[in-house]
């Protein structure tokens, strides 16, 4: 396991980008076979796997937020992010950055505590 920090507003307004960073252990994030994941629980719905990228580098985002989601990486700084765009309500919810052994997997050995996320209309 791994301890990881969610950072970013927790306000965001409608039809405006939410943009969160997670901060890794040093080293971690190039870690062979790590992929880290941004997943999220809005009230009353299960968790949504969002995006993920891979120790290479690689991304992989869910299809239906494909056209406004972007996930990057700063492996220098030991940081991955995620970029929503075009904010809705129904995007206010609880996310979590992850890391599993698999890009699309809900099994994951390390959380982080997670960051409340509202919409504003």
């Known amino acids: 396991q791994v301890q990881l920090q969610e950072s970013g507003p927790g306000l965001v307004k409608s039809s405006q980008t939410l943009s969160l960073t997670c901060t890794v252990p040093?080293?971690?994030?190039?870690?062979?076979?790590?992929?880290w994941s941004w997943v999220r629980q809005a009230p009353g719905k299960g968790r949504e796997w969002m995006a993920a990228?891979?120790?290479?580098?690689?991304?992989y985002v869910r299809p239906s937020l494909k056209s406004r989601t972007s996930i990057s990486w700063d492996p220098w700084k030991n940081q991955f992010s995620l970029e929503l765009r075009s904010g809705t309500p129904e995007d206010a919810a609880v996310y979590h950055c992850?890391?599993?052994?698999?890009?699309?997997?809900?099994?994951?050995?390390?959380w982080g505590q997670g960051t409340q996320v509202a919409v504003s209309t």
């Open positions: 992850t890391r599993g052994s698999e890009p699309r997997s809900y099994e994951y050995d390390s």
């Open positions: 040093g080293g971690a994030i190039t870690a062979r076979h790590s992929y």
């Open positions: 990228i891979g120790y290479d580098g690689t991304t």
